[in-house]
T-cell receptor, first 115, second 115 residues
Framework: ETGVTQTPRHLVMGMTNKKSLKCEQHLGHNAMYWYKQSAKKPLELMFVYNFKEQTENNSVPSRFSPECPNSSHLFLHLHTLQPEDSALYLC??????????????FGPGTRLLVL | GDSVTQMEGPVTLSEEAFLTINCTYTATGYPSLFWYVQYPGEGLQLLLKATKADDKGSNKGFEATYRKETTSFHLEKGSVQVSDSAVYFCALSDMNSNSGYALNFGKGTSLLVTP
C-alpha cells in the first residue's frame, strides 16, 4: 500500500470521448505529479502541482487538462485523444518541501487504450 | 539538460546470481540519485537513494553508491531471487527552473530471474 490510489485502473476510450483519471493521496503531501509511461521510453513528466498551484506543464497537448482541487486530489481530464496517447498514466506525490532529496510515491497507474 | 542513461534490458539471471545494472547521469547541478522498482501491474516504488557523493543507498540487499567522479550510480545485489524480477529505473532529482525538483528517469531495465 503506497498511500496513492488511482482510478480507474484500466480505461478504453474512443477518440471522441471525454473521460477523467483520478488520483488521491493519503500521505499528507503537498506536491502531486502526472507522468506518462510508454513502452521503450523514459517516464515523461506531464504536470506538477505544488500546494495546489501548477508549476509545470511539460509541453503537454491541450487535449490533456489537469485539475487539482486540493492537495489530496489530482485529476487528468481527457478529450479527443489520439491512439498514440495510449499508455500507462502514473500519479505521484511528495512532501513538496524537501528539495532534491524528496522521494516521490507512486500510484499503480491507469492503463489507457485509445481506439 | 539533465539526463539518465541505464543499460538496456532485458537482463536474465539465474537465482542467486550477482546483479549489476549500470546507470550514468549528466546534471548541471548537484543532484540526488534514486533507484525505483516497478513490479508487474504496479506503480513505481522507491528502492534506495543517495543524496551526496560517496553516499551508499541500500535496501532489501540492493546497494548503489553515488560516484561523482564517474557520474554513476550502479545498482548491485549479491544474490538475486525470483521475486526480484521487475523493471528497475534509475532517476535523478535536480533543480529545474520550471518545476522545482522534478525527477528525471532512465528508460528502465527489465530483470528476469529464473529458478
Amino acid at each position: 500500500e503506497t498511500g496513492v490510489t488511482q482510478t480507474p485502473r484500466h480505461l478504453v476510450m474512443g477518440m471522441t470521448n471525454k473521460k477523467s483519471l483520478k488520483c488521491e493521496q493519503h500521505l499528507g503531501h503537498n506536491a502531486m505529479y502526472w507522468y506518462k509511461q510508454s513502452a521503450k521510453k523514459p517516464l515523461e513528466l506531464m504536470f506538477v502541482y505544488n500546494f495546489k498551484e501548477q508549476t509545470e506543464n511539460n509541453s503537454v497537448p491541450s487535449r490533456f487538462s489537469p485539475e487539482c482541487p486540493n492537495s489530496s486530489h489530482l485529476f487528468l481530464h481527457l478529450h479527443t485523444l489520439q491512439p498514440e496517447d495510449s499508455a500507462l498514466y502514473l500519479c505521484a506525490s511528495s512532501q513538496g518541501t524537501s528539495g532534491r532529496q524528496e522521494t516521490q510515491y507512486f500510484g499503480p497507474g491507469t492503463r489507457l487504450l485509445v481506439l | 539538460g539533465d539526463s539518465v542513461t541505464q543499460m538496456e534490458g532485458p537482463v536474465t539471471l539465474s537465482e542467486e546470481a550477482f546483479l549489476t545494472i549500470n546507470c550514468t547521469y549528466t546534471a548541471t547541478g548537484y543532484p540526488s540519485l534514486f533507484w525505483y522498482v516497478q513490479y508487474p501491474g504496479e506503480g513505481l516504488q522507491l528502492l534506495l537513494k543517495a543524496t551526496k557523493a560517496d553516499d551508499k543507498g541500500s535496501n532489501k540487499g540492493f546497494e548503489a553508491t553515488y560516484r561523482k567522479e564517474t557520474t554513476s550510480f550502479h545498482l548491485e545485489k549479491g544474490s538475486v531471487q525470483v521475486s526480484d524480477s521487475a523493471v528497475y529505473f534509475c532517476a535523478l532529482s535536480d533543480m529545474n527552473s520550471n518545476s522545482g525538483y522534478a525527477l528525471n528517469f532512465g528508460k528502465g531495465t527489465s530483470l528476469l530471474v529464473t529458478p
